[in-house]
């Protein structure tokens, strides 16, 4: 069964501070991807991986950065986090980019 | 442009109700459409795609290119399906998917 891991199930951070959110893959995928998930929004994408040191913005990428040095690795990177990227983050990943089958259980991150 | 649009934020139905659930989408060719759905405190999972044109946990969903919709269904509603259900599209070739708002359905007994 195909494991998608995030670090952190609820994380508070400062305002100002530079912020990890790390997500693990078992299935050996090379695509990964990086959601937020708020209220009424849906799902947005923030970046996406298609191969190692690859990525791709998706439609919200202002305020994020993301790495994939190692293939099952997908970190997503806050600069200098605000209050706007309060939020639930949703890690995913697939082997096919077009159809998401697994995802993490979620981060959700507090930024006082 | 991608667009997915669910137009019920909230819908709520009886046990042994029907229930449908609405999505349109906007995309000039041929799209890959799915609904998502997660239950309360668990991730979010596939429920079913429009290609494989499969019944999952009693529900269904048809692909009506006139109306560009990809309305879910059930016949008579269970007590176990209330969570937040998302649409989503892929266009041809794309890398990524577009989901909508989520609608969060709730079924009381």
């Known amino acids: 069964d195909v494991k998608v891991t995030q670090s952190s199930r609820y994380l508070v951070k400062r305002t100002g501070e530079k912020v990890f959110l790390e997500c693990v893959q078992d299935?050996?995928?090379?695509?990964m991807f990086w959601y937020r998930q708020d209220p009424g929004l849906g799902l947005r994408l923030i970046y996406f991986?298609?191969?190692?040191?690859?990525?791709e913005k998706g439609d919200i990428p202002e305020g994020y950065s993301v790495s994939r040095e190692k293939k099952e690795r997908f970190s997503l990177i806050l600069e200098s986090a605000s209050t706007n990227q309060t939020s639930m983050y949703l890690c995913?990943?697939?082997?096919?980019?077009?159809?998401?089958?697994?995802f993490g259980d979620g981060t959700r991150l507090s930024i006082l | 442009a991608q667009r997915v649009t669910q137009p019920e934020k909230l819908l709520s139905v009886f046990k042994g109700a029907p229930v449908e659930l609405k999505c349109n989408y906007s995309?000039?060719?041929?799209?890959?459409l799915f609904w998502y759905v997660q239950y309360s405190r668990q991730r979010l999972q596939l429920l079913l795609r429009?290609?494989s044109r499969e019944s999952i946990k009693g529900f269904t969903a048809d692909l009506n290119k006139g109306e560009t919709s990809f309305h879910l269904k059930k016949p008579f509603a269970q007590e176990e399906d209330s969570a937040m259900y998302y649409c989503?599209?892929?266009?041809?070739?794309?890398?990524?998917?577009?989901f909508g708002q989520g609608t969060r359905l709730t079924i009381n007994p």
């Open positions: 991986s298609y191969d190692v040191k690859m990525k």
């Open positions: 995913a990943s697939s082997p096919r980019p077009s159809t998401l089958g697994h």
């Open positions: 995309y000039s060719g041929s799209p890959e």
């Open positions: 429009h290609i």
């Open positions: 299935m050996d995928h090379e695509n």
């Open positions: 989503a599209l892929s266009g041809q070739g794309a890398q990524k998917l577009v």
